[in-house]
């Protein structure tokens, strides 16, 4: 799927959104999104 066809959540959008209202550097941005999917895709404990 390309970028120009991508969807994005309305959740992810917020998060993007609100990075750059804290005017956030890029690397930040996606260091920040990195780990947050590395959060969703790790499994749980127990």
């Not at 309305?10 to 999104?33: G, P």
Request: proline letters at 4%; aromatic letters at 8%; glycine letters at 2%.
């Amino acid at each position: 799927m390309s970028t120009s066809t991508q969807t994005i959540t309305a959740l992810r959008q917020r998060m993007i959104d609100d990075m750059r209202i804290r005017n956030l550097a890029d690397n930040t941005q996606s260091a920040y999104l990195q780990q947050v999917i590395a959060y969703v895709f790790s499994p749980f404990p127990g």
